[in-house]
Each structure stands twice: as structure tokens, then as C-alpha cells.
């Protein structure tokens, strides 16, 4: 089984960011976020549904995205991801959202400037998978590794 490269995995990418910023869109003026997104609680909201959103890839292994790109999380042998992999890769791939739902929770710069600059990180990880292994640095750190969902169709 091969790994997925750069493509699909931007291209889920795309089609995940593009699905939370037409979530927040019908939902913060719902939350009474207002229409103008500048101000903290619509901060806390988007980060918040971010967070949510992403989340559902650290527990099955797959986003809305991944879905529709028809491609998954496993071990970085094939094997089915185990729960505490999925996680941590969650948490180094979001560490970024995270650190914006703290920054708005408590108004601390500090958290504003960690999230910028694991953001950095996270794009300078992210361009790992041109390596040969088409591993993310959130895949080394957590083992896991992104393959497709079935095989490709055609004859066997």
C-alpha cells in the first residue's frame, strides 16, 4: 500500500478549511456571534468549531475531507490507527487552533503568538510530506502515516 503525497492531502486540506468557514458562516450569527467575526466571542466560536471539526480526525481517523478525497489516517505500516496515535497527532497537527481557542478563552497574547508560530512550524512540517516517506511532521511525531481508503480501481 502506498502513501498519499502532497495532493490529495492538500486538496482534503482545502475542502476541510472550506467546510468549517461555511459551518461558522451559518452558525456564529446563529450563536449571536454578530456579522462583523472581530471580536473575541467569534474568536472563541470559530475556534471552538475548528477544534470540533478537526477533532473527529483524532478519533476516526478521517475528516469530511479525507472522506470525500477517499483517503485515511493508519499507522505508518497500513495497519489501523489506535486511538492515542489518532490523538496525538491531533493535538501536534491543531496545536495551532488550540492555542487560538486559549488565546481567546483568556485574552493572553502569549497564546496568540504560540499559535502563530506553531502554525509556522506546522506549514514547515507539513511540506515533510515531499520527502520520499510522504510523511508530515505530525506523522513522525505520532507514527501514523496517510494512505488511501480502498485500493484504486482497475484489474488485479
Known amino acids: 500500500m502506498y502513501r498519499i503525497g502532497l495532493g490529495r492531502r492538500l486538496a ?3 475542502l476541510d478549511f ?3 468557514v461555511l459551518a461558522g458562516k451559518l452558525l456564529l450569527p446563529w450563536l449571536g456571534a454578530g456579522p462583523d467575526l472581530s471580536g473575541a466571542r467569534a474568536r472563541l ?9 478537526f477533532l473527529v480526525e483524532g478519533i476516526c481517523g ?5 472522506m470525500i478525497m477517499r483517503i485515511v489516517v493508519r499507522d505508518q ?14 493535538l501536534v497537527k491543531n496545536l495551532w487552533i488550540l492555542c487560538s481557542l486559549l488565546a ?8 496568540t503568538y504560540a499559535g502563530n508560530l506553531t502554525g509556522l512550524a506546522l506549514f514547515i512540517g507539513f511540506l515533510f510530506v515531499l520527502s520520499r516517506s510522504r510523511l508530515a511532521f505530525h506523522d513522525l511525531v505520532s507514527g501514523t502515516a496517510v494512505f488511501p ?3 484504486p480501481p482497475g484489474p488485479r
Do not use: N
Open 12 to 14: 482534503a486540506f482545502v
Open 18 to 20: 472550506a467546510l468549517v
Open 45 to 53: 466560536l470559530i475556534s471552538g468549531l475548528a477544534a470540533a471539526y
Open 62 to 66: 478521517r475528516t469530511p475531507g479525507k
Open 77 to 90: 505500516f497500513g495497519a489501523r490507527a489506535p486511538l492515542p496515535r489518532l490523538l496525538l497527532r491531533f
Open 104 to 111: 481567546a478563552l483568556t485574552g493572553l497574547a502569549f497564546f
Open 149 to 151: 481508503s480502498a485500493p
